[in-house]
């Protein structure tokens, strides 16, 4: 199997982009594991701080290592990883990739405690592909009633260079106009996120370096698209999923209440994310 960096050469050079979900569960990895080999594309599984502390970080590698064998290509990222205990955690246990968040941080700082930990894992891993932010994308993936304020805090394309020189960082996560979450309309497919197509294309060439782009449950297709030929190589989508999820069970208790063995209560679940997977990377696979 390629690695994630030969495979991120690829997509760039035929524009697409990896599409990344998050799991916490065994129903969600298998349904992107499942979505990503009916349509024979890589893809990305991520753990943020939260989901790699209920998963395991060795259990997550070993359940990757499986899907690998069975002919998936998989790809394991430690998402949003706010300390160096959690980012050393992924390393040694055999992730592909980091992505060490110090974004609150003032711009300068978030350069020395990244760059900091950039010396340490690549001692531990120097395969590792390690990612940073900079910018406000948010933290959590929920449903909310108004745009944080914050969000309209966008990456400049002088910032990003400054920062990518500064931190010798091999992805870069810019803040382009998505956020973590969804608003209400947004999961109603009532409104879209909209993106700085002309941001992205700018940072893109300032740097040349993978962009990924995050938060990007609720984003019009034609925007993803079009992100995707300004420069963005990897896709972040959890919101969708989990969305899908919870819908897929709530209908599964009210249809089946006498039901009692876990992996049928969990399967429209399982069907329902699956779906979402598989129209989010055909998308991004141009398929």
């Not at 992107?32 to 890589?42: C, H, N, T, Y």
């Not at 009532?190 to 197509?197: N, T």
């Amino acid at each position: 199997m390629k690695t994630l960096s030969e495979t991120l050469g690829w997509a760039t050079e035929n524009k697409k982009a990896l599409g990344h979900f998050n799991f916490s569960d065994l129903a969600t990895f298998k349904a992107v594991v499942d979505g990503a080999r009916e349509l024979s594309v890589p893809v990305m599984l991520g753990l943020s701080d939260g989901e790699r502390g209920f998963v395991g970080a060795k259990e997550a590698v070993a359940l990757v290592f499986a899907a690998r064998q069975s002919g998936a290509e998989v790809y394991l990222n430690s998402d949003h990883t706010h300390t160096l205990e959690g980012a050393i955690e992924a390393a040694r246990a055999g992730f592909d990739e980091v992505i060490f968040d110090a974004s609150k941080l003032p711009i300068d700082e978030n350069i020395n405690k990244t760059k900091a930990a950039i010396n340490v894992l690549r001692d531990i891993s120097p395969n590792l592909l390690i990612e940073a932010e900079i910018g406000f994308i948010g933290a959590n993936s929920q449903i909310v009633d108004v745009i944080p304020e914050e969000s309209r805090q966008l990456t400049t394309p002088a910032d990003a260079k400054y920062f990518m020189d500064s931190t010798g960082a091999d992805i870069l996560a810019p803040a382009v106009g998505t956020m973590h979450g969804m608003l209400k309309s947004m999961a109603q497919g009532q409104s879209h996120k909209r993106l700085d197509i002309g941001r992205i294309k700018a940072i893109k060439e300032a740097v040349n370096t993978p962009l990924t782009l995050h938060g990007g449950s609720g984003t019009l297709d034609d925007d993803f698209v079009a992100s995707i030929d300004a420069g963005i190589t990897i896709i972040h989508v959890s919101t969708e999923l989990r969305y899908a999820w919870r819908k897929g069970l709530e209908n599964s208790l009210s249809t089946n209440p006498n039901e009692l063995a876990p992996y049928k209560i969990i399967m429209p679940s399982y069907e329902q994310v699956k779906a979402v997977v598989k129209n989010r990377l055909a998308l991004f696979n141009r398929l």
